[in-house]
């Protein structure tokens, strides 16, 4: 078996952007997926589910993990330097009838979800998944609907997890999904790992060899199409940013079309128009502006995305929202800040201004936009230094994650990442874990490795065999 991460091609690439996953195979032998299944067996009866210690638990996962397909697949969409993050979990389905569908939160939080793929998720089975036992359901196309726009019954166009065992799903984090019926009623496992870029593109991570975007072969999508918003992620994927802004000549009844497109109660409509107005240069970001300022918070939350593909021209606008009074304003226009990455870098100060904002959710996006900025700007690492101190749990959090995104620039925070260590939220102290880590001085690997030392947990150790052998 090659070590070497077997990359996604150009039409697997197009399929993940436009469906919003893919469904892989390895070639373990099966003895490898049943003893696993048996272990599962064996531990979910007797100690219940390991939840995030399912890699410790079970050390043949990372086997899974290691193997080239997988990585390849998660370097291809997620770039080589991609994070396995602290919350996993095994699912357990045995039930006769089909979950709800849902978006995964943020290990209990919420945040304003990216279009671009900055986060994903595998989902694997490690035993025969036919249809009758109950295997995920995906809705294609729908990663980047904040609503369900489809029926909460039987949809047609249903994409399902189903397979061999050793059947892999990776989606697109926000994709819509479900657990379907298990009418046999056999045990039925799903281990769902989560990942998270670390840098942004600078250039295609997957084989690519053609630089244009097309469509995929035969898409048939149940819901809407988005092929400017496509177009987009691909451009970003292949590390452009605000690739859209002015592509469409000045047409101000096309631009008044649009405008009222944005105003659309139906969601994938509007979608199509905040991507279409990017086109337009400063018309198409006058609009857009006008859309972060609407009354309607759908509306605003839209423009922001409409607003981050429309490039450096839209910053002075944005910069202007943050002055806002009402919250959500000052959230999406931060978002769509971060989303411009060093293109909004004189954004950086007004974002500090933002660190005594009375909302959380602000204060949080912001901890995400100085990530996205990057650099080696002291004052976002200053701002994160606060944020690890904030009374909010997912500010502290967050900031973890941005600091991993600064690597080495960030050097100065590791004493308040050494003091993250001991916070009493799970992730705050994994993720100033994987921030020591990506910066990656002596200082910030000496107490890395301390830290896992003290917390090492035996794999080995159950209520039934505590001490030996």
């Known amino acids: 078996m090659s070590s070497s991460p077997i990359l996604l091609n150009d039409e697997q690439m197009r399929r993940f952007i436009t469906e919003g996953f893919l469904i892989l195979n390895t070639d373990f032998p099966e003895a490898f997926h049943r003893e696993l299944t048996d272990e599962l067996n064996r531990v979910y009866k007797e100690e219940g589910n390991p939840g995030n210690n399912l890699l410790p638990r079970f050390r043949e996962i990372q ?14 969409v997620l770039g080589p330097d991609y994070m396995l993050h602290a919350h996993r979990h095994g699912h ?8 709800g569908w849902h978006k995964d939160s943020y290990w209990g939080y919420s945040k304003m979800r990216n279009h671009h793929p900055w986060w994903a998720m595998v989902m694997y089975f490690p035993q025969d998944t036919p249809l009758e036992l109950g295997p995920t359901g995906l809705m294609p196309g729908t990663q980047n609907y904040q609503t369900r726009t489809f029926a909460a019954d039987e949809t047609p166009g249903e994409a399902y997890a189903s397979g061999k065992a050793g059947t892999f799903a990776l989606i697109h984090y926000d994709i819509w999904h479900r657990s379907t019926p298990n009418v046999l009623g056999n045990a039925r496992y799903m281990l769902k790992f989560e990942f998270m870029r670390t840098a942004a593109p600078t250039a ?28 987009e992620t691909w451009n970003w994927l292949s590390g452009s940013i605000g690739s859209l802004a002015y592509t469409a000549a000045s047409d101000e009844e096309q631009i008044s079309q649009l405008a009222k497109a944005l105003e659309d109660t139906y969601e994938p409509n509007a979608l199509n128009a905040v991507y279409e107005l990017a086109r337009y240069g400063e018309k198409g970001i006058e609009v857009l502006l006008k859309g972060l ?7 605003s939350r839209l423009s922001a995305y409409g607003l981050a593909a429309a490039g450096a021209s839209a910053i002075d606008g944005l910069n202007d929202a943050l002055l806002s009074e009402r919250e959500e304003t000052v959230k999406h226009a931060a978002f769509a800040i971060g989303e411009l990455r060093h ?3 004189n954004s950086l100060p007004a974002l500090g201004r933002l660190l005594s904002h009375p909302s959380a959710s602000v ?7 100085f990530g996205m900025i990057g650099g080696s700007n002291q004052a976002s690492v200053d701002g994160l230094i606060r944020c690890l101190q904030d009374e909010d749990t997912q500010v502290r959090f967050t900031a973890g994650l941005s600091l991993s995104l600064l690597r080495s620039a960030a050097a100065s925070a590791v004493p308040a990442l050494a003091a993250a260590l001991d916070d009493e939220n799970r992730y705050v102290r994994a993720h100033a874990l994987e921030a020591l880590r990506y910066i990656g001085t002596e200082e910030a690997k000496d107490i890395l490795i301390k830290s896992l030392f003290n917390a090492r947990w035996c794999s080995t150790t159950t209520p039934a065999n505590a001490f030996y052998p």
């Open 363 to 369: 204060r949080s996006t912001v901890a995400e936009a």
């Open 63 to 76: 086997q899974v993990f290691d193997h080239p397909v997988i990585t390849g697949a998660l370097t291809s």
């Open 293 to 299: 300022h609407h009354e309607r918070v759908d509306v």
């Open 204 to 231: 295609p991570s997957w084989n690519n060899e053609t630089a244009e975007w097309t469509e995929p072969a035969s898409l048939k999508l149940p819901i809407g199409r988005h092929e400017t918003m496509w177009e």
């Open 343 to 345: 293109l909004a870098e």
């Open 92 to 99: 357990y389905n045995a039930l006769p009838s089909a979950g």
